[in-house]
Protein backbone atom coordinates (compact mmCIF):
# COMPACT_ATOMS: atom_id res chain seq x y z
CA UNK A 1 0.00 0.00 0.00
CA UNK A 2 1.36 3.46 -0.87
CA UNK A 3 1.87 6.45 1.19
CA UNK A 4 -1.06 8.42 -0.66
CA UNK A 5 -3.70 5.66 -0.31
CA UNK A 6 -2.31 5.48 3.78
CA UNK A 7 -3.28 9.18 4.10
CA UNK A 8 -6.24 9.39 2.91
CA UNK A 9 -7.63 6.50 5.63
CA UNK A 10 -5.93 8.45 8.54
CA UNK A 11 -6.32 12.59 9.39
CA UNK A 12 -5.41 15.25 11.83
CA UNK A 13 -7.28 14.83 14.90
CA UNK A 14 -7.42 17.60 17.40
CA UNK A 15 -5.63 17.33 20.49
CA UNK A 16 -5.74 20.98 21.92
CA UNK A 17 -7.88 24.17 21.27
CA UNK A 18 -7.89 27.64 22.57
CA UNK A 19 -11.09 29.07 23.06
CA UNK A 20 -10.75 32.48 25.04
CA UNK A 21 -8.26 32.08 27.75
CA UNK A 22 -9.36 28.20 27.66
CA UNK A 23 -6.89 25.64 26.81
CA UNK A 24 -9.17 22.84 25.71
CA UNK A 25 -7.66 19.01 26.09
CA UNK A 26 -9.60 16.60 23.70
CA UNK A 27 -7.96 13.44 26.10
CA UNK A 28 -10.81 11.29 24.14
CA UNK A 29 -8.94 11.53 20.56
CA UNK A 30 -5.52 10.89 22.17
CA UNK A 31 -6.60 7.79 23.76
CA UNK A 32 -8.75 6.34 21.02
CA UNK A 33 -5.56 7.24 18.98
CA UNK A 34 -3.03 5.16 21.35
CA UNK A 35 -5.44 2.58 21.88
CA UNK A 36 -6.16 2.32 18.01
CA UNK A 37 -2.72 1.99 17.32
CA UNK A 38 -1.86 -0.87 19.93
CA UNK A 39 1.31 1.35 21.41
CA UNK A 40 -0.14 2.48 25.05
CA UNK A 41 2.68 0.66 26.89
CA UNK A 42 5.17 2.18 24.25
CA UNK A 43 7.92 4.62 24.58
CA UNK A 44 6.55 7.37 22.82
CA UNK A 45 8.58 10.00 20.45
CA UNK A 46 6.55 13.00 19.71
CA UNK A 47 7.85 15.40 16.59
CA UNK A 48 6.31 18.81 16.50
CA UNK A 49 6.50 22.04 14.32
CA UNK A 50 5.99 25.28 15.65
CA UNK A 51 6.10 28.36 13.83
CA UNK A 52 4.66 31.74 12.33
CA UNK A 53 1.41 31.66 10.03
CA UNK A 54 1.93 30.55 6.86
CA UNK A 55 5.66 29.19 6.91
CA UNK A 56 4.92 25.71 5.80
CA UNK A 57 5.19 24.30 8.45
CA UNK A 58 2.29 21.66 7.61
CA UNK A 59 3.90 21.00 4.37
CA UNK A 60 7.10 20.03 5.55
CA UNK A 61 5.70 17.69 7.94
CA UNK A 62 3.88 15.41 5.84
CA UNK A 63 7.00 14.84 4.55
CA UNK A 64 7.67 13.09 8.01
CA UNK A 65 4.26 11.42 7.51
CA UNK A 66 5.41 9.97 3.97
CA UNK A 67 8.50 8.73 5.55
CA UNK A 68 7.12 7.13 8.37
CA UNK A 69 4.33 5.27 6.17
CA UNK A 70 6.63 4.41 3.52
CA UNK A 71 7.33 0.68 2.98
CA UNK A 72 10.19 1.01 0.86
CA UNK A 73 12.85 3.36 2.79
CA UNK A 74 14.82 3.15 -0.02
CA UNK A 75 12.38 5.32 -2.56
CA UNK A 76 10.24 7.24 0.49
CA UNK A 77 9.74 10.42 -1.81
CA UNK A 78 7.28 8.47 -4.07
CA UNK A 79 6.73 8.73 -7.32
CA UNK A 80 6.84 11.58 -9.42
CA UNK A 81 3.34 12.55 -9.69
CA UNK A 82 2.42 11.65 -6.14
CA UNK A 83 0.74 14.82 -4.31
CA UNK A 84 1.49 15.18 -0.86
CA UNK A 85 -1.01 14.33 1.24
CA UNK A 86 -1.62 14.13 5.08
CA UNK A 87 -1.88 17.52 7.53
CA UNK A 88 -4.08 19.81 5.25
CA UNK A 89 -1.93 22.45 3.73
CA UNK A 90 -2.71 24.92 1.07
CA UNK A 91 -1.17 27.59 -1.00
CA UNK A 92 -4.05 30.30 0.90
CA UNK A 93 -2.88 33.18 2.64
CA UNK A 94 -5.01 32.31 5.63
CA UNK A 95 -3.85 29.43 8.56
CA UNK A 96 -5.50 25.96 7.84
CA UNK A 97 -4.12 24.56 11.15
CA UNK A 98 -6.18 25.26 14.68
CA UNK A 99 -4.92 25.12 18.21
CA UNK A 100 -2.55 21.33 18.12
CA UNK A 101 -3.06 18.55 16.36
CA UNK A 102 -2.01 15.11 16.25
CA UNK A 103 -1.66 12.58 13.83
CA UNK A 104 -3.71 9.74 14.06
CA UNK A 105 -1.70 7.17 13.03
CA UNK A 106 0.97 6.11 15.12
CA UNK A 107 4.35 4.28 14.25
CA UNK A 108 6.64 2.36 16.06
CA UNK A 109 10.06 2.09 14.85
CA UNK A 110 13.36 0.18 16.00
CA UNK A 111 15.89 2.01 18.02
CA UNK A 112 19.39 1.27 18.10
CA UNK A 113 19.01 -1.29 20.86
CA UNK A 114 16.37 -3.08 19.05
CA UNK A 115 13.19 -1.69 20.99
CA UNK A 116 10.75 -0.34 19.67
CA UNK A 117 9.48 3.75 19.84
CA UNK A 118 6.38 4.35 19.26
CA UNK A 119 6.32 8.00 16.77
CA UNK A 120 3.23 10.82 16.97
CA UNK A 121 3.48 13.35 14.56
CA UNK A 122 2.19 16.64 15.88
CA UNK A 123 0.96 20.02 14.03
CA UNK A 124 0.21 23.31 15.66
CA UNK A 125 -1.12 26.55 14.95
CA UNK A 126 0.30 29.18 12.97
CA UNK A 127 1.57 32.21 15.32
CA UNK A 128 1.84 36.00 15.09
CA UNK A 129 -1.03 36.65 12.33
CA UNK A 130 -3.61 39.46 12.76
CA UNK A 131 -6.52 37.15 14.66
CA UNK A 132 -3.66 35.74 17.27
CA UNK A 133 -3.36 37.10 20.39
CA UNK A 134 0.50 37.15 22.31
CA UNK A 135 -1.22 34.76 24.76
CA UNK A 136 -2.47 32.64 22.52
CA UNK A 137 1.06 32.63 20.58
CA UNK A 138 2.88 32.17 23.24
CA UNK A 139 0.65 29.26 24.74
CA UNK A 140 0.42 27.29 21.47
CA UNK A 141 4.04 27.75 21.88
CA UNK A 142 5.00 26.83 25.36
CA UNK A 143 2.28 23.61 24.86
CA UNK A 144 4.19 22.15 21.89
CA UNK A 145 7.50 22.52 23.55
CA UNK A 146 6.67 20.89 26.54
CA UNK A 147 4.85 17.68 25.14
CA UNK A 148 7.27 17.18 22.13
CA UNK A 149 10.48 14.91 22.19
CA UNK A 150 11.92 16.86 18.96
CA UNK A 151 10.68 20.26 18.58
CA UNK A 152 11.07 21.68 14.80
CA UNK A 153 11.09 25.75 14.98
CA UNK A 154 10.35 26.80 11.47
CA UNK A 155 11.49 30.08 10.32
CA UNK A 156 11.30 31.53 7.25
CA UNK A 157 14.51 32.96 5.62
CA UNK A 158 16.69 33.68 8.45
CA UNK A 159 17.17 33.55 12.22
CA UNK A 160 15.66 36.74 13.31
CA UNK A 161 15.65 38.69 17.03
CA UNK A 162 11.73 38.03 17.23
CA UNK A 163 12.30 34.05 16.93
CA UNK A 164 14.96 34.19 19.46
CA UNK A 165 12.85 36.24 21.74
CA UNK A 166 9.70 33.48 21.38
CA UNK A 167 12.02 30.75 21.93
CA UNK A 168 13.52 32.29 24.85
CA UNK A 169 10.06 32.83 27.00
CA UNK A 170 10.23 29.03 27.33
CA UNK A 171 13.62 28.61 28.48
CA UNK A 172 13.21 29.44 31.78
CA UNK A 173 11.37 26.64 32.54
CA UNK A 174 13.70 24.28 29.91
CA UNK A 175 16.82 25.56 32.75
CA UNK A 176 13.89 24.40 35.52
CA UNK A 177 14.03 20.80 34.36
CA UNK A 178 17.44 20.86 33.25
CA UNK A 179 18.77 21.87 36.45
CA UNK A 180 16.04 19.77 38.83
CA UNK A 181 15.94 16.78 36.35
CA UNK A 182 18.72 13.73 36.51
CA UNK A 183 18.69 13.97 32.83
CA UNK A 184 21.34 16.15 31.29
CA UNK A 185 19.56 16.76 28.46
CA UNK A 186 16.04 17.33 29.01
CA UNK A 187 12.89 17.67 26.52
CA UNK A 188 12.94 18.79 23.78
CA UNK A 189 15.54 18.44 21.30
CA UNK A 190 15.55 21.43 19.15
CA UNK A 191 16.05 21.58 15.66
CA UNK A 192 15.76 25.18 13.69
CA UNK A 193 14.63 24.36 10.43
CA UNK A 194 15.45 27.97 8.28
CA UNK A 195 12.78 27.77 5.48
CA UNK A 196 13.90 29.40 1.31
CA UNK A 197 17.41 29.73 2.83
CA UNK A 198 18.95 31.88 -0.49
CA UNK A 199 22.37 32.76 1.11
CA UNK A 200 24.27 29.10 0.43
CA UNK A 201 27.33 30.99 -0.39
CA UNK A 202 27.72 31.93 3.07
CA UNK A 203 26.88 29.04 4.71
CA UNK A 204 25.57 26.10 2.74
CA UNK A 205 22.49 24.49 2.73
CA UNK A 206 22.01 21.15 5.22
CA UNK A 207 22.70 20.51 8.88
CA UNK A 208 26.79 21.38 8.62
CA UNK A 209 25.63 24.71 7.05
CA UNK A 210 22.95 24.98 9.66
CA UNK A 211 25.36 24.26 12.39
CA UNK A 212 27.75 27.02 11.45
CA UNK A 213 24.66 29.77 11.09
CA UNK A 214 22.82 29.32 14.43
CA UNK A 215 26.67 29.39 16.14
CA UNK A 216 26.77 32.75 14.52
CA UNK A 217 23.42 33.88 15.22
CA UNK A 218 23.20 32.56 19.06
CA UNK A 219 26.92 34.23 19.45
CA UNK A 220 27.34 36.38 22.63
CA UNK A 221 29.27 39.47 21.09
CA UNK A 222 30.32 42.66 22.99
CA UNK A 223 28.20 44.31 20.34
CA UNK A 224 24.76 43.18 21.21
CA UNK A 225 22.80 45.27 23.92
CA UNK A 226 21.96 43.91 26.97
CA UNK A 227 18.56 42.05 25.57
CA UNK A 228 19.66 40.51 23.05
CA UNK A 229 22.48 38.85 24.86
CA UNK A 230 20.46 37.30 27.79
CA UNK A 231 18.21 35.85 25.44
CA UNK A 232 21.40 34.16 23.80
CA UNK A 233 22.97 32.76 27.13
CA UNK A 234 19.38 32.04 28.37
CA UNK A 235 18.58 29.50 25.08
CA UNK A 236 22.57 27.96 25.09
CA UNK A 237 21.89 27.21 28.93
CA UNK A 238 18.75 25.83 28.93
CA UNK A 239 19.53 23.63 25.46
CA UNK A 240 22.25 21.07 25.43
CA UNK A 241 20.84 19.51 22.04
CA UNK A 242 20.14 22.08 19.42
CA UNK A 243 20.49 21.96 15.79
CA UNK A 244 19.66 24.14 12.46
CA UNK A 245 19.49 22.51 9.26
CA UNK A 246 19.27 25.23 6.16
CA UNK A 247 16.70 24.00 3.18
CA UNK A 248 16.17 25.64 -0.16
CA UNK A 249 13.35 26.72 -1.09
CA UNK A 250 10.66 24.03 -3.71
CA UNK A 251 11.28 26.35 -6.23
CA UNK A 252 8.83 28.73 -8.43
CA UNK A 253 6.12 26.60 -9.07
CA UNK A 254 5.15 26.37 -4.97
CA UNK A 255 4.95 30.77 -5.17
CA UNK A 256 3.53 30.48 -8.73
CA UNK A 257 1.22 27.39 -9.87
CA UNK A 258 -2.18 27.88 -8.06
CA UNK A 259 -2.44 24.06 -8.60
CA UNK A 260 0.53 23.21 -6.39
CA UNK A 261 0.26 19.58 -5.00
CA UNK A 262 3.73 18.74 -3.81
CA UNK A 263 4.81 16.83 -6.30
CA UNK A 264 8.20 15.77 -6.88
CA UNK A 265 8.25 17.18 -10.66
CA UNK A 266 6.94 20.57 -9.07
CA UNK A 267 9.98 21.32 -6.86
CA UNK A 268 13.42 21.39 -7.30
CA UNK A 269 15.76 18.77 -6.75
CA UNK A 270 17.98 20.44 -4.50
CA UNK A 271 14.62 20.42 -1.99
CA UNK A 272 14.11 17.08 -2.69
CA UNK A 273 17.92 16.08 -2.32
CA UNK A 274 18.04 18.06 1.43
CA UNK A 275 14.84 16.32 2.71
CA UNK A 276 16.65 13.11 1.63
CA UNK A 277 19.31 14.50 3.95
CA UNK A 278 17.08 16.15 6.99
CA UNK A 279 14.52 13.46 7.43
CA UNK A 280 16.03 9.89 7.48
CA UNK A 281 18.80 11.04 9.96
CA UNK A 282 16.35 12.76 12.35
CA UNK A 283 14.30 9.91 12.82
CA UNK A 284 17.69 7.86 12.74
CA UNK A 285 18.38 9.14 16.06
CA UNK A 286 15.08 10.41 17.58
CA UNK A 287 14.86 9.97 21.09
CA UNK A 288 11.89 9.46 23.97
CA UNK A 289 10.00 11.83 25.39
CA UNK A 290 11.80 12.06 28.92
CA UNK A 291 10.63 13.76 31.92
CA UNK A 292 12.70 13.28 35.03
CA UNK A 293 15.24 11.72 33.18
CA UNK A 294 12.54 8.50 32.51
CA UNK A 295 11.20 7.86 29.16
CA UNK A 296 7.36 8.20 29.31
CA UNK A 297 5.10 6.08 27.15
CA UNK A 298 1.97 6.63 25.15
CA UNK A 299 0.00 6.29 28.09
CA UNK A 300 2.21 7.55 30.34
CA UNK A 301 2.14 10.98 28.28
CA UNK A 302 -1.82 11.86 28.41
CA UNK A 303 -2.00 13.00 32.44
CA UNK A 304 1.37 15.47 31.78
CA UNK A 305 -1.08 16.81 28.48
CA UNK A 306 -4.21 17.24 31.05
CA UNK A 307 -2.39 19.08 33.67
CA UNK A 308 -0.12 21.28 31.07
CA UNK A 309 -3.66 22.37 29.42
CA UNK A 310 -5.39 22.88 32.83
CA UNK A 311 -2.11 25.13 34.18
CA UNK A 312 -2.67 27.14 30.49
CA UNK A 313 -6.25 27.97 31.00
CA UNK A 314 -6.43 31.03 33.17
CA UNK A 315 -6.17 35.01 32.28
CA UNK A 316 -2.35 35.35 32.46
CA UNK A 317 0.41 33.40 31.08
CA UNK A 318 1.65 30.62 33.44
CA UNK A 319 5.20 31.77 35.13
CA UNK A 320 7.73 28.62 34.55
CA UNK A 321 7.52 27.34 38.16
CA UNK A 322 3.96 26.92 37.57
CA UNK A 323 4.52 24.85 34.78
CA UNK A 324 6.96 22.63 36.08
CA UNK A 325 4.93 22.01 39.53
CA UNK A 326 2.30 20.63 37.18
CA UNK A 327 4.88 18.41 35.68
CA UNK A 328 6.08 17.47 39.55
CA UNK A 329 2.81 16.75 40.35
CA UNK A 330 2.15 14.79 37.55
CA UNK A 331 5.03 12.64 37.88
CA UNK A 332 4.35 12.53 41.82
CA UNK A 333 0.78 10.90 40.62
CA UNK A 334 2.20 8.27 38.41
CA UNK A 335 5.03 7.11 41.17
CA UNK A 336 1.77 6.95 43.56
CA UNK A 337 -0.08 4.92 41.00
CA UNK A 338 2.81 2.67 40.47
CA UNK A 339 3.80 1.95 44.41
CA UNK A 340 0.13 1.35 45.31
CA UNK A 341 -0.02 -1.30 42.55
CA UNK A 342 2.71 -3.05 43.64
CA UNK A 343 1.97 -2.80 47.32
CA UNK A 344 -1.50 -4.26 46.33
CA UNK A 345 -0.22 -6.82 44.28
CA UNK A 346 2.11 -8.12 47.45
CA UNK A 347 0.07 -7.77 49.88
CA UNK A 348 -2.84 -9.84 47.74
CA UNK A 349 -0.15 -12.50 47.30
CA UNK A 350 0.80 -12.85 51.07
CA UNK A 351 -2.87 -13.11 51.59
CA UNK A 352 -3.44 -15.82 49.01
CA UNK A 353 -1.16 -18.17 50.70
CA UNK A 354 -2.14 -17.16 54.24
CA UNK A 355 -5.96 -16.40 53.85
CA UNK A 356 -6.66 -15.83 57.54
CA UNK A 357 -3.36 -14.86 59.25
CA UNK A 358 -3.18 -13.76 62.96
CA UNK A 359 -2.76 -9.74 63.42
CA UNK A 360 1.26 -10.03 64.61
CA UNK A 361 1.97 -11.24 60.57
CA UNK A 362 -0.83 -9.39 59.00
CA UNK A 363 0.71 -5.93 60.30
CA UNK A 364 4.45 -7.40 59.41
CA UNK A 365 3.61 -8.06 55.85
CA UNK A 366 1.53 -4.47 55.61
CA UNK A 367 4.68 -2.60 56.85
CA UNK A 368 7.05 -4.66 54.69
CA UNK A 369 4.99 -3.58 51.16
CA UNK A 370 4.24 0.12 52.62
CA UNK A 371 8.19 0.42 53.20
CA UNK A 372 9.33 -0.62 50.04
CA UNK A 373 5.86 2.21 48.22
CA UNK A 374 7.42 4.73 50.13
CA UNK A 375 10.86 4.49 49.84
CA UNK A 376 10.28 3.96 45.79
CA UNK A 377 8.24 7.55 46.52
CA UNK A 378 10.66 9.30 47.94
CA UNK A 379 13.69 7.78 45.65
CA UNK A 380 11.74 8.76 42.37
CA UNK A 381 11.18 12.24 43.41
CA UNK A 382 13.95 13.12 45.84
CA UNK A 383 15.35 15.03 42.85
CA UNK A 384 12.27 17.94 43.16
CA UNK A 385 12.40 17.76 47.13
CA UNK A 386 14.13 21.02 47.53
CA UNK A 387 12.05 23.04 44.85
CA UNK A 388 8.74 21.77 46.39
CA UNK A 389 8.85 20.88 49.86
CA UNK A 390 5.76 20.81 50.91
CA UNK A 391 4.42 19.93 47.32
CA UNK A 392 6.42 16.76 47.68
CA UNK A 393 5.00 16.34 51.63
CA UNK A 394 1.92 17.20 50.58
CA UNK A 395 1.97 13.86 48.02
CA UNK A 396 4.28 11.82 50.48
CA UNK A 397 1.22 12.28 53.26
CA UNK A 398 -1.51 11.16 49.93
CA UNK A 399 0.44 8.14 49.15
CA UNK A 400 0.10 7.37 53.13
CA UNK A 401 -3.66 7.61 53.50
CA UNK A 402 -3.71 5.54 50.50
CA UNK A 403 -2.05 2.82 52.06
CA UNK A 404 -3.78 2.95 54.69
CA UNK A 405 -6.74 2.71 53.65
CA UNK A 406 -6.27 -0.03 51.59
CA UNK A 407 -4.86 -2.19 54.16
CA UNK A 408 -7.76 -1.39 56.27
CA UNK A 409 -9.76 -3.17 53.40
CA UNK A 410 -7.30 -5.95 53.73
CA UNK A 411 -7.55 -6.18 57.09
CA UNK A 412 -11.61 -6.42 57.39
CA UNK A 413 -11.01 -9.35 54.74
CA UNK A 414 -8.80 -10.96 56.64
CA UNK A 415 -10.30 -10.39 59.73
CA UNK A 416 -14.09 -11.88 58.01
CA UNK A 417 -12.10 -14.46 56.94
CA UNK A 418 -10.32 -15.28 60.63
CA UNK A 419 -14.11 -14.68 61.85
CA UNK A 420 -15.30 -17.42 59.59
CA UNK A 421 -12.45 -19.73 60.89
CA UNK A 422 -13.86 -19.08 64.70
CA UNK A 423 -17.47 -19.97 63.51
CA UNK A 424 -16.28 -23.44 62.00
CA UNK A 425 -14.75 -24.54 64.72
CA UNK A 426 -17.42 -23.62 67.17
CA UNK A 427 -19.62 -25.90 65.00
CA UNK A 428 -17.11 -28.56 65.15
CA UNK A 429 -15.74 -29.34 62.42
CA UNK A 430 -12.86 -31.10 63.05
CA UNK A 431 -12.94 -34.43 60.88
CA UNK A 432 -10.31 -33.17 58.41
CA UNK A 433 -7.82 -32.04 61.69
CA UNK A 434 -8.02 -35.14 63.08
CA UNK A 435 -7.48 -37.13 59.69
CA UNK A 436 -4.55 -34.49 58.97
CA UNK A 437 -3.01 -35.02 62.43
CA UNK A 438 -2.90 -38.87 61.87
CA UNK A 439 -0.67 -38.17 58.14
CA UNK A 440 1.46 -36.16 60.04
CA UNK A 441 0.00 -32.76 60.10
CA UNK A 442 0.51 -31.42 56.66
CA UNK A 443 -1.93 -28.97 54.71
CA UNK A 444 -2.55 -26.37 52.25
CA UNK A 445 -4.74 -23.25 53.06
CA UNK A 446 -6.76 -22.24 50.37
CA UNK A 447 -9.68 -20.61 52.24
CA UNK A 448 -11.59 -19.88 55.85
CA UNK A 449 -12.11 -23.51 56.14
CA UNK A 450 -8.96 -25.07 55.16
CA UNK A 451 -7.18 -22.16 57.69
CA UNK A 452 -10.32 -23.14 60.44
CA UNK A 453 -8.44 -26.58 60.21
CA UNK A 454 -4.81 -25.76 60.35
CA UNK A 455 -5.73 -23.69 63.86
CA UNK A 456 -7.96 -26.45 65.28
CA UNK A 457 -4.96 -28.95 64.87
CA UNK A 458 -2.68 -26.40 66.33
CA UNK A 459 -5.47 -25.64 69.29
CA UNK A 460 -5.61 -29.85 69.83
CA UNK A 461 -2.35 -30.33 71.08
CA UNK A 462 0.87 -31.37 70.45
CA UNK A 463 -0.52 -35.01 69.05
CA UNK A 464 -0.26 -34.29 65.37
CA UNK A 465 3.66 -32.92 66.27
CA UNK A 466 2.73 -29.88 64.37
CA UNK A 467 1.95 -26.35 64.50
CA UNK A 468 -1.01 -24.69 62.54
CA UNK A 469 1.66 -21.40 61.62
CA UNK A 470 -0.51 -20.44 59.00
CA UNK A 471 -2.99 -18.38 60.71
Known amino acids: MNSASQSQKHQAVPLLTLNGNSCEFHKENLERVVQQNGVGDLPVAIISI??????GKSFFLNYFLRYLQSENKENWIGSQNQPLEGFKWTRSSKGITKGILIWDEIFKIPDSDGNTTAVMLMDTQGTFDQNSTQMNNLTIFGLSML??????????????????????????YARLAKYCNSSE????????????????HEHPYGETGGLDYMNSKLKVSSDLNDDSRKVRESIKKAFNNLSCFLMPH????????????????????WFIDNLKDLIPPILGRLGVKRIDGKSVTCNGIIPYIASYAETYSGKTLPEPIMLFEATMRTTCNQVIDMVFLEYEKGMQKELEHKPCMNEDDFEGFHKK?????????????????????????????ELEKKLEARMGRFKRDNDKNRKHRKEVIAAGITTAVATAGVIGGAYVAFGPASCAASVVCAEAGTAAGTSGGGC
Request: glycine content about 4%; charged content about 30%.
Open 369 to 397: YEDVALNTFNKDISTHDSFFHETVKEKHS
Open 250 to 269: PGLDAIEDANFMGRKTEMKV
Open 50 to 55: TGKLRG
Open 147 to 172: ISSFQIFNIKDQIDESSLQHLANFTE
Open 185 to 200: NPDPSLLFLIRDWSND
